[in-house]
Antibody, heavy 118, light 108 residues
């Protein structure tokens, strides 16, 4: 069955970097667009970035453009989010999500908490 | 960028009530709209895509309508397990894939 498992969250100081992983199973990430979405404590969902099924197209929301990079390793069937120059306002639960061929996210990971604090 | 708004931001209704949530896009997005349910402490769940297509396993008391800029999510008979925050999201391939701010639904 389809499963998405995030890892890599933790506590990091402002200005530092962190890399999140999302291990996919039950499907191939070469067949679907994959997204990262975050949710700050007590707040709503914020879409961050998407990578197309072929990996050639990437979009980012303005607040992370130039600081975050989405990528994937098809040999590991794993999605990544490289986060640089982290700010306290990046504190959130980060979810990866599978795009059902542009019909919404039919599967989500359980989320990984990133806390940016000195 | 296209902005997504939702109303109301929260509501409280009785079990069995009909509940309607509105989502509005600042520009037309055809029917490229999804609705998600996020129960407290849980991961979001896709309820409806293409504005009105109910996902498999989602109770039929949920329905979605709309096209262009105005969309609605209706719960025909509110149940205790429907206590959650509901989000709309556009996915018309014009980045970003913005979520609405959410509507929190409680039982009165």
């Amino acid at each position: 069955q389809v499963q998405l498992v995030e890892s890599g969250g933790g506590v990091v100081q402002p200005g530092r970097s962190l890399r999140l992983s999302c291990a996919a199973s039950g499907f191939s990430i070469t067949s679907y667009g994959m997204h990262w979405v975050r949710q700050a404590p007590g707040k709503g969902l914020e879409w961050l970035t998407v990578i197309s099924s072929d990996g050639n197209t990437k979009f980012y929301t303005d607040s992370v453009k130039g600081r975050f990079t989405i990528s994937k390793d098809i040999s590991q069937n794993t999605l990544f989010l490289e986060m640089d120059s982290l700010k306290p306002e990046d504190t959130a639960v980060y979810y990866c999500a599978k795009d059902d061929h542009n019909r919404g996210y039919d599967y989500w990971g359980q989320g990984t908490l990133v806390t940016v604090s000195s | 960028d296209i902005q997504m708004t939702q109303s109301p931001s929260s509501l409280s209704a009785s079990v069995g009530d009909r509940v309607t949530i509105t989502c509005r896009a600042s520009q037309g997005i055809s029917n490229y709209l999804a609705w998600y349910q996020q129960r407290p402490g849980k991961v979001p769940k896709l309820l409806i895509d293409a504005a009105s297509t109910l996902q498999s396993g989602v109770p039929s008391r949920f329905s979605g309508t709309g096209s262009g800029t105005d969309f609605t999510l209706t719960i025909s008979s509110l149940q205790p397990e429907d206590v959650a925050t509901y989000y709309c999201q556009k996915y018309d391939n014009s980045d970003p894939f913005t979520f609405g701010p959410g509507t929190k639904v409680d039982i009165k």
